[in-house]
Every structure is written in C-alpha cells, then in structure tokens.
C-alpha cells in the first residue's frame, strides 16, 4: 500500500514521538516521584533533538516550502536521534536484567528504590542496574527501545514509500 508521506511530516512524527516520550519520562520523575539514574538522562538527550530537529525543522520545511532533500535530512537526523535513545535503552534495559555491566558511575551500591532521597546526605547516586519501576517485566528502559527503535522503523517505512507528494516516484522521467 502505498502512502503520500512528504518527509517533513515523518521528521515531524518522529520529533513529536521524542516530545511524548520525554514528557512521559519527566512525568515519572516528577509526579511519580522516581528519580533517573545517569542512564535515563543519556536516554533523554537524543529525544531532545529529536524534538529540536524533527518538529522544528519539520515545520520550517512546510511553512517554507524548502527543497525536498531538506526535508529528507532532517527526517533522517530525527529518525536517527531516536534510535539512539532506543538503543541505550536496550543497553540500560541489559544492565537492568544483569546481561552485562554497565558504567561503574552509577552500578553496585548506591540509592536503593523505594527509599527516600536524603537532601542532607551529600551524594546519593540512583542505581542503573536496579529497575524503578516494571510493568509486565519491562522497565521504563525496556518500553523506551520499544517505543523508539518502533518509531523508528515506522518513520523509515513512511520515507521508503514510493509515493510522494501524491505523485509516483518514476527515477525521474
């Protein structure tokens, strides 16, 4: 099936997918009361340009009616910022479940969840390696690479689609 999917709306759907998953993540932290590890924090950088990148660049290129290709390399950035995030968080998502180690900074002892965060205390460093907070056995890491690496894809297939702008893509005839 095929879908007239302009790439500036692809860069606009991955940057907004950032957007949701960042205020998803601040929602956790803030109204749910779960403090991130360094971890998460790598997470949300990429998700941050791809905010930046897709949803401001994306609608730059439509009000501006930029060139094609413009349109395609911020989609690309944007779809490449947030397979990013999706794969650090397979990478947190493994530390979590012991498969391997990760970073010494914030593994082994340190705050343990569901304890409270001493303000007096002078550091307290949020675990990696221990998940805060599990739905169905995945960790917020876990439907992070989910979610991500799943826009992802999805924003390739749109940007693969042989039709564009309405019009077939005949190599240029």
Known sequence: ????????WVAIFAGSTGLALL??????????GLPPCEMCI???WPHGLAIIVGVGGGVFVLLADAPRGLGRAIAVVA???IAVSGLIGIFHAGVEWHWWTGPTDCTGTGFVPGGAIDPSAPLQIVRCD?????LFG????GY???LSLGVAGA???FMGSPVRDGKADDGGT
């Not at 099936?1 to 500036?8: L, S, Y």
């Not at 205020?23 to 803030?30: D, V």
């Not at 221990?130 to 599990?134: F, K, L, P, Q, S």
């Open 23 to 32: 205020l998803g993540a601040w929602g956790f932290q803030y109204l749910g």
């Open 155 to 157: 924003s390739l297939y």
């Open 79 to 81: 779809i490449v910022s």
């Open 130 to 134: 221990v998940a805060m907070w599990r």
């Open 1 to 8: 099936m095929n879908r007239p999917w302009p790439d500036a």
């Open 144 to 146: 992070n690479a989910l």
């Open 138 to 141: 995945l960790s917020l890491a």
């Open 42 to 44: 790598w997470q949300r």
